[in-house]
């Protein structure tokens, strides 16, 4: 099974905020490697970043196959940028609404952190090491910005794999 959502404003290590996450068209996995531009007017256009990856799991008697359809998916996130537990619950639709809206929450744990934490500290390209402006204006990562972003903070060298978590 592979969903989708876009965290409209982007995640908060936050317990206390609800970030808005919209359910979009489920993305294939192969996407996961892919940073650039994506043309007006073709679905999802616009500049992409990749601004997280790592793994994933759910959390014990929680399967998601089960939870999804019943509105709330709990997990755990082992992210180079989020870690931790992390829900994702379903709104109830207002008037004409067609899409699903739902809640992207961090459930507090040792990883919980401010509102600002993560994208006021992260403004940079886990992959390239490149701004969003960079991105759009389509300039080219240097060997050296694009090495040192795929350092993690425990200091190892990413894989290559492609991961099963990508935020973009």
Do not use: C
Not at 58 to 87: C, N, S, Y
Not at 118 to 143: C, P
Not at 146 to 163: I, L, M, Y
């Amino acid at each position: 099974m592979r969903v989708s959502w876009a965290v409209t404003r982007g995640p908060s290590a936050n317990p206390d905020d609800k970030p808005l996450a919209v359910r979009t068209q489920d993305h294939p996995l192969v996407y996961a490697r892919f940073e650039g531009l994506i043309p007006r007017g073709e679905y999802g256009g616009g500049t992409v970043m990749l601004w997280d990856n790592g793994t994933w799991e759910a959390i014990a008697g929680k399967d998601p196959r089960k939870t999804l359809p019943e509105g709330h998916v709990h997990f755990v996130l082992h992210g180079r940028r989020m870690q931790g537990e992390w829900i994702l619950f379903r709104l109830k639709p207002r008037g004409k609404e067609r899409g699903e809206n739902w809640i992207f929450r961090k459930v507090n744990d040792a990883f919980a952190g401010g509102s600002g934490d993560l994208v006021s500290h992260h403004l940079t390209s886990i992959d390239s090491g490149r701004t969003i402006e960079e991105i759009a204006a389509g300039k080219a990562a240097s060997q050296r910005k694009a090495a040192k972003a795929r350092v993690t903070a425990r200091g190892k060298a990413k894989d290559d794999a492609p991961p099963p978590f990508q935020l973009g």
